[in-house]
């Protein structure tokens, strides 16, 4: 798997990084998918969570037409948003097959409340990530 970076802000290993982002997404699209609600934003239709873990999360899909960011280069499928109030965190875009591209990360302690824990074990008590599953 390919992921291109363009704007990050992090102290993670390229790998790990990788494993993060496909982690978090998995995890966000089945917060949407339970959770979301359809919100008018900029006159389109978009799957919210509202204040997830303090957090608002938006995911966009090929159906829904709308404008990447120009940095972007071409139109992807998928799209996830994770902000906390206008901050954006985290942006990644995707297709069904290829790439993921990821337009912002900024790695912190709001990154943990979206990688679910390994399976049968807690976090560590102020631990500052949850440990990833193999």
Known sequence: MTITFQDYNTTLAADKMIEL???????LVSVVRSKGKWKTIAKQNVMCVKGHCNLN????????????????????GYQLEVRHCTDLLL???????????????????????????????????????????S
């Not at 990360?105 to 399976?119: I, K, N, Q, R």
């Open 21 to 27: 982002i496909k982690t978090m997404r998995t995890y």
């Open 91 to 133: 942006c990644i875009m995707w297709n069904e097959s290829g790439p993921i591209y990821v337009h912002t990360y900024h790695s912190g302690p709001w990154d943990t409340h979206l990688v679910p824990p390994v399976s049968g074990k807690k976090a560590a008590s102020g631990s500052k990530r949850i440990a990833l599953a």
């Open 57 to 76: 999360i938006r995911y966009y899909t090929p159906f829904q037409k709308r404008r990447s960011p120009a940095s972007a280069g071409k139109q992807l």
